[in-house]
Every structure is written in C-alpha cells, then in structure tokens.
C-alpha cells in the first residue's frame, strides 16, 4: 500500500475527498482541526477554519507519471507538493500510547501488555476510539475504580463508549454490569472484556434521554462519563438521584 500526503487549506479538503472518490480514490484520511471550549457541558469542540492541514489517500499500488498528473489536476498542487511513501499493512491502523494512572494502573494495547504487571493493567484496542483514557474525566473515573472494592456490587455504566470502565470495575470485583451507549457498541465493548479476561458485561444500546424509565433496578454505583447537560437528561429521565455517582 501507498500513502500519498498533500497539505491544503481545511475548507477545500470536503469537497475534494468526494471528487476523489468520484475518480476511484476511496481510501483517504486527514483530522479535524479542532480547539477544544468549555460551555454549558464542561467541554466542547469547535472546527478551526482556514487551517492547512495534510491530506492522505491510500492506494494499493504506486502511481505511475500519467495518472500522478491526473492527481496533481484534481488537487490543483504540483508535483513538488505530493509526499509518497509505502506502508505496511500490517502495521496500518495506528495505536495510541500507554496511559500511566496515578496509582501505578496503566491502560496498554494488546502488542504492549507483557511490558506490564499484569496484575496492575487494562489491556484496550480503542477500535472506536470513544473512552481510551485520554479525556481527564476517564482518567479521574478509572483511577477511582482501580482504587476501589467492588466485589460483588452491581454497576451502570452509561455512555459506555470503548467499556474501558465497564472492564474496570469488572477488574475490581463487580458482580454486575450492564452497560448502555446510544451506539452499536457491543461487538468492541465484549472484545475488550474477552481482551482482559474478565466476565462479560450485559450491553444494551439506548437513548436514555428518550426512552424514559428504561432503567428499572437500582445499582450500587452508576457511572456516567459523558457531557454535562446529557448526565443531567439522563439523570431526569432514569429517576437516578437515589444513587451512589460518579
């Protein structure tokens, strides 16, 4: 596989990646610029305009000079502008780097574990990249989780993203655990538990916004780890005040 990188104008990238899939170019990727705002949910993001940013398409074999030009037209740069490398395919889909908690628990991917006790880890293939542990309000629940006695106690978790939270209270003990996200999210959420050896967890996919009082057993810890105003929604339609949360 080749990568070709280019850096445009953010506003131009849009439209150009439907043009390039037009042309039969269907692998591209570039991020977001992004800066992040605190609003009325604790924190938000907001797209940066008029950032150049780089652009990558991926195609199975190089390119030779005639259909580079074609390329070169369709981006409107010059040749000087393109950046083309091969990559292994094996080695395609980046990883993110260990986590170290404060109280010595680190959060690794599976190629990584083995440099860790593996009493003190969370093994994690953030396949969707939701809950990873970067975001400071996964690291402020998960070292509080690590740093607790949950055995045999039954636990929520709303907002579940990767599980990472449903895994570690399962690490620390919990009997139960129902896990819930408005996302198809079970298929990653077991893999990660199967990746840990801990039980696996009860997924249910929901709006709990919208579908009021669907949550109709107590639990003793209710995790919700996503914005503020949805855990004030939620909390309002799941009649969740009586509980222990976090």
Request: some cysteine; hydrophobic content about 35%; proline content about 2%.
């Amino acid at each position: 596989m080749y990568e070709i990188t280019v850096r445009l104008p953010s506003q131009k990238i849009e439209g150009l990646v439907t043009s390039l899939y037009q042309k039969g170019y269907y692998q591209t990727y570039y991020e977001v610029p992004l800066d992040v705002l605190t609003d009325s949910n604790s924190y938000a993001f907001v797209e940066k305009r008029n950032e150049t940013i780089e652009l990558n398409i991926y195609i199975q074999h190089y390119i030779e000079k005639k259909e580079r030009g074609k390329l070169l037209e369709l981006l409107a740069v010059d040749e000087a502008s393109l950046v083309i490398k091969e990559v292994n395919e094996q080695n395609f889909q980046q990883t993110f780097d260990d986590i170290v908690l404060e109280n010595g628990w680190v959060i690794t991917t599976p190629e990584r574990k083995n440099q860790y006790n593996k009493d003190n880890q969370i093994v994690l293939d953030p396949q969707g990249n939701f809950g990873t542990g970067y975001h400071e309000t996964t690291k402020d629940c998960l070292s509080f989780i690590l740093g607790e006695d949950f055995t045999g106690l039954s636990v929520a978790d709303i907002g579940a993203g990767s599980g990472v939270l449903s895994v570690a209270v399962a690490l620390r003990g919990a009997s139960s655990i129902d896990t819930y996200d408005i996302q198809a999210v079970e298929r990653e959420i077991l893999y990660q538990c199967e990746l840990n050896a801990v039980k696996p967890v009860n997924v249910v996919q929901s709006d709990l916004i919208k579908k009021r009082n669907q949550l109709n057993r107590e639990y003793d810890w209710t995790f919700l780890n996503i914005g503020t105003q949805e855990n004030i929604d939620i909390l309002i339609a799941q009649k969740l005040f009586c509980c222990n949360l976090i």
